[in-house]
């Protein structure tokens, strides 16, 4: 996390609650775009967001996808996690609409202030 006012913008996402939502339309490209301007670091992919946690140990990497894995329960929207050596990777998307919706950002800043409290040992 960045600025003051970018941790702002992540707190501020990070608010909000998942909600279903099978009959949403999927943010176009420049919907998704104006949204990543909270989250330094996350990249638009084809019809998802992702970003590349690192880690200074393997376990640390494992502890940070475990305590996603717990919020993703909670909030019933699950991230794709691919977990390295030293690095996890989030990758997020709305499977029920086939792209992206409020709650992949949602998800993602949550996946920030998790990794701005989670050791990175």
């Known amino acids: 996390m960045q600025n003051a006012s970018g941790v702002e913008g992540i707190r501020r996402l990070a608010s909000g609650k998942c909600v279903p939502c099978n009959n949403a339309k999927p943010f176009t ?71 992206l919706s409020q709650n992949d950002f949602i998800m993602a800043a949550r996946s920030e202030l998790e990794y701005s409290k989670t050791s990175r040992q």
């Open 29 to 99: 490209v420049d919907e998704a775009s104006e949204r990543l301007n909270d989250l330094p670091g996350w990249v638009l992919q084809s019809g998802t967001i992702e970003r590349e946690f690192r880690f200074k140990s393997y376990l640390a990497g494992l502890d940070f996808a475990y305590s996603l894995g717990k919020i993703a329960e909670l909030e019933n929207h699950h991230p794709d996690l691919f977990i390295g050596w030293r690095r996890v990777r989030v990758v997020l998307s709305t499977h029920a609409i086939k792209g």
